[in-house]
């Protein structure tokens, strides 16, 4: 079997990501994708405790 690394990057955009990896299915880690997103410093577990702390959650396999 042979291995390739997979190319990380930080700052791509969307015709560079569809051009260079979705149209011909190369894998690739897109890092600090979502730091400017208001969830990814939002959602907590103090936060989840205050919007959903008394629901029970289900848990189910496969």
Avoid: S
Wanted: aromatic share 12%.
């Amino acid at each position: 079997m042979k291995l390739a690394d997979i190319p990380r990057v930080r700052n791509i955009t969307k015709d560079d990501f569809i051009e260079n990896y979705f149209k011909p299915q190369k894998p690739v880690v897109l890092e600090q994708a979502i730091a400017d997103w208001p969830a990814f410093t939002k959602w907590n577990l103090d936060y989840m405790k205050e919007v959903a702390g008394d629901i029970t959650v289900p848990l189910y396999d496969n």
